[in-house]
Protein backbone atom coordinates (compact mmCIF):
# COMPACT_ATOMS: atom_id res chain seq x y z
CA UNK A 1 0.00 0.00 0.00
CA UNK A 2 1.21 3.25 -0.70
CA UNK A 3 1.55 5.80 2.11
CA UNK A 4 1.03 9.04 2.29
CA UNK A 5 3.95 11.15 3.11
CA UNK A 6 4.80 13.21 6.25
CA UNK A 7 4.98 16.97 5.35
CA UNK A 8 7.12 19.20 7.37
CA UNK A 9 5.97 20.69 10.24
CA UNK A 10 4.31 17.44 11.97
CA UNK A 11 6.01 16.86 14.78
CA UNK A 12 6.56 13.04 14.14
CA UNK A 13 9.64 14.08 11.67
CA UNK A 14 11.51 15.99 15.09
CA UNK A 15 10.87 12.94 17.22
CA UNK A 16 13.65 10.41 18.53
CA UNK A 17 12.22 7.31 17.27
CA UNK A 18 12.61 4.02 19.29
CA UNK A 19 14.07 1.17 18.36
CA UNK A 20 12.09 -2.01 16.65
CA UNK A 21 11.70 -5.23 19.04
CA UNK A 22 12.29 -8.50 17.94
CA UNK A 23 8.09 -9.34 18.39
CA UNK A 24 6.39 -6.76 16.12
CA UNK A 25 4.99 -8.74 13.68
CA UNK A 26 3.93 -5.37 11.42
CA UNK A 27 7.62 -5.35 10.34
CA UNK A 28 6.99 -7.11 6.63
CA UNK A 29 3.60 -5.23 6.30
CA UNK A 30 5.18 -1.64 6.71
CA UNK A 31 8.71 -2.67 4.61
CA UNK A 32 6.51 -3.63 1.56
CA UNK A 33 4.72 -0.56 2.45
CA UNK A 34 7.57 1.74 2.44
CA UNK A 35 9.56 0.26 -0.29
CA UNK A 36 6.30 0.76 -2.71
CA UNK A 37 6.26 4.28 -1.30
CA UNK A 38 9.33 5.02 -2.11
CA UNK A 39 9.12 3.92 -5.64
CA UNK A 40 6.06 5.33 -6.48
CA UNK A 41 7.28 8.90 -5.12
CA UNK A 42 10.53 8.24 -7.20
CA UNK A 43 12.86 9.66 -4.23
CA UNK A 44 15.94 7.25 -2.89
CA UNK A 45 15.39 6.88 0.25
CA UNK A 46 12.61 6.68 3.38
CA UNK A 47 12.31 6.56 6.92
CA UNK A 48 9.66 5.38 8.98
CA UNK A 49 8.98 8.49 10.53
CA UNK A 50 8.04 10.45 7.45
CA UNK A 51 5.34 7.38 7.32
CA UNK A 52 3.88 8.54 10.62
CA UNK A 53 6.23 5.63 12.24
CA UNK A 54 8.39 6.68 14.74
CA UNK A 55 10.21 3.47 14.87
CA UNK A 56 13.84 2.85 13.87
CA UNK A 57 13.87 1.94 10.42
CA UNK A 58 14.70 2.94 6.79
CA UNK A 59 15.48 2.50 3.35
CA UNK A 60 18.07 3.18 0.79
CA UNK A 61 17.89 2.60 -2.68
CA UNK A 62 21.33 4.43 -5.11
CA UNK A 63 21.03 1.76 -7.68
CA UNK A 64 19.26 3.87 -9.80
CA UNK A 65 21.19 7.14 -9.21
CA UNK A 66 24.35 5.19 -9.97
CA UNK A 67 22.54 3.73 -13.57
CA UNK A 68 21.70 7.47 -14.48
CA UNK A 69 25.07 8.61 -13.85
CA UNK A 70 27.75 9.09 -16.76
CA UNK A 71 30.98 6.84 -15.89
CA UNK A 72 32.90 9.84 -14.40
CA UNK A 73 30.24 10.38 -11.97
CA UNK A 74 30.02 6.56 -11.29
CA UNK A 75 33.87 6.65 -10.51
CA UNK A 76 33.70 9.87 -8.42
CA UNK A 77 30.26 9.05 -6.42
CA UNK A 78 30.40 5.75 -6.15
CA UNK A 79 33.81 4.41 -5.50
CA UNK A 80 32.79 1.30 -3.55
CA UNK A 81 30.07 -0.43 -6.35
CA UNK A 82 26.82 -0.09 -8.09
CA UNK A 83 24.50 1.55 -5.12
CA UNK A 84 22.46 -0.42 -2.72
CA UNK A 85 19.03 -1.21 -2.11
CA UNK A 86 18.69 -2.21 1.21
CA UNK A 87 16.94 -2.16 4.31
CA UNK A 88 17.93 -0.72 7.79
CA UNK A 89 16.37 -1.63 10.55
CA UNK A 90 17.38 -0.18 14.53
CA UNK A 91 21.01 0.79 12.67
CA UNK A 92 23.84 2.89 14.37
CA UNK A 93 26.68 4.88 12.63
CA UNK A 94 29.63 3.59 14.54
CA UNK A 95 32.53 5.33 12.86
CA UNK A 96 32.10 8.65 10.32
CA UNK A 97 35.17 9.73 8.50
CA UNK A 98 36.91 12.84 9.18
CA UNK A 99 36.84 13.47 5.42
CA UNK A 100 33.76 16.03 4.64
CA UNK A 101 31.99 16.87 1.16
CA UNK A 102 29.47 18.89 0.07
CA UNK A 103 26.11 18.32 -2.35
CA UNK A 104 22.88 19.06 -2.79
CA UNK A 105 20.16 17.37 -0.94
CA UNK A 106 16.55 17.09 -0.79
CA UNK A 107 13.83 15.25 1.37
CA UNK A 108 10.25 13.74 0.54
CA UNK A 109 8.94 15.54 3.49
CA UNK A 110 9.98 18.78 2.13
CA UNK A 111 9.30 19.22 -1.55
CA UNK A 112 10.38 22.06 -3.41
CA UNK A 113 13.88 22.44 -1.52
CA UNK A 114 17.21 21.33 -1.63
CA UNK A 115 20.33 22.53 -0.32
CA UNK A 116 24.26 21.95 -0.14
CA UNK A 117 25.24 20.04 3.04
CA UNK A 118 28.25 18.84 4.15
CA UNK A 119 28.30 15.18 5.31
CA UNK A 120 31.62 12.70 6.04
CA UNK A 121 32.43 10.77 3.26
CA UNK A 122 32.35 7.31 4.63
CA UNK A 123 30.42 5.93 7.27
CA UNK A 124 30.39 2.09 9.02
CA UNK A 125 26.78 1.61 10.19
CA UNK A 126 25.72 -1.80 12.49
CA UNK A 127 22.31 -2.96 11.72
CA UNK A 128 19.47 -5.43 10.83
CA UNK A 129 18.68 -5.99 6.87
CA UNK A 130 14.83 -7.11 5.83
CA UNK A 131 16.09 -10.78 7.01
CA UNK A 132 16.83 -9.45 10.48
CA UNK A 133 20.14 -10.34 10.12
CA UNK A 134 22.98 -8.14 11.36
CA UNK A 135 24.74 -6.59 9.27
CA UNK A 136 28.37 -4.11 9.57
CA UNK A 137 28.47 -2.32 6.16
CA UNK A 138 31.22 0.67 5.31
CA UNK A 139 29.61 3.15 2.85
CA UNK A 140 31.42 5.77 0.87
CA UNK A 141 30.55 8.72 -1.08
CA UNK A 142 26.82 9.37 -2.28
CA UNK A 143 25.13 6.00 -0.33
CA UNK A 144 26.61 6.95 2.38
CA UNK A 145 25.58 10.42 2.27
CA UNK A 146 21.63 8.62 1.72
CA UNK A 147 22.23 6.35 4.58
CA UNK A 148 23.18 9.54 6.43
CA UNK A 149 20.21 11.45 5.68
CA UNK A 150 17.66 8.63 6.12
CA UNK A 151 19.26 7.70 9.88
CA UNK A 152 18.96 11.18 10.82
CA UNK A 153 15.30 11.33 10.53
CA UNK A 154 15.38 8.69 13.39
CA UNK A 155 16.65 11.25 15.27
CA UNK A 156 14.38 13.78 14.22
CA UNK A 157 17.35 15.76 12.23
CA UNK A 158 16.53 17.31 8.84
CA UNK A 159 18.68 18.19 6.37
CA UNK A 160 18.84 21.45 6.45
CA UNK A 161 19.76 21.37 10.58
CA UNK A 162 23.30 20.79 9.27
CA UNK A 163 23.39 23.87 7.59
CA UNK A 164 25.52 26.91 8.76
CA UNK A 165 22.97 29.83 10.30
CA UNK A 166 22.86 32.43 7.42
CA UNK A 167 22.11 29.45 4.97
CA UNK A 168 19.58 28.05 7.29
CA UNK A 169 17.27 31.58 7.42
CA UNK A 170 18.08 31.79 3.43
CA UNK A 171 15.43 28.73 3.70
CA UNK A 172 13.52 29.79 6.22
CA UNK A 173 11.10 31.64 4.04
CA UNK A 174 10.28 28.40 2.04
CA UNK A 175 10.38 25.98 4.83
CA UNK A 176 7.82 28.20 6.33
CA UNK A 177 5.59 27.78 3.48
CA UNK A 178 5.57 24.19 3.46
CA UNK A 179 4.76 24.16 7.18
CA UNK A 180 1.70 25.75 6.06
CA UNK A 181 0.92 23.14 3.83
CA UNK A 182 1.80 25.55 0.54
CA UNK A 183 3.75 23.35 -1.09
CA UNK A 184 3.18 20.90 -4.34
CA UNK A 185 4.36 17.36 -4.26
CA UNK A 186 4.18 14.34 -7.10
CA UNK A 187 3.41 11.69 -4.12
CA UNK A 188 0.45 11.61 -1.92
CA UNK A 189 1.34 13.91 1.11
CA UNK A 190 -0.20 14.92 4.75
ZN1 LIG B 1 14.49 13.09 4.22
Known sequence: MIL???????TVLRTTCTDIPADFDGLPQLMADMWQTLESSRGVGLAAPQVNRPLRLFIVESQS?????????????FPDGGGIRETFIN???????AQTWEDEEGCLSIPGLWA???RP?????EYLD?????QVRTY?????RMVQHEYDHLDGRLYFDHLPPLQK??????????????????????
Open 4 to 10: PIIAYGH
Open 130 to 134: ATLQR
Open 116 to 118: RVK
Open 169 to 190: KLLAGKLEKVRKGHYRAAYPMK
Open 140 to 144: TGLTA
Open 65 to 77: TFEHLDEDERLTL
Open 91 to 97: PVITVAS
Open 121 to 125: WSITI
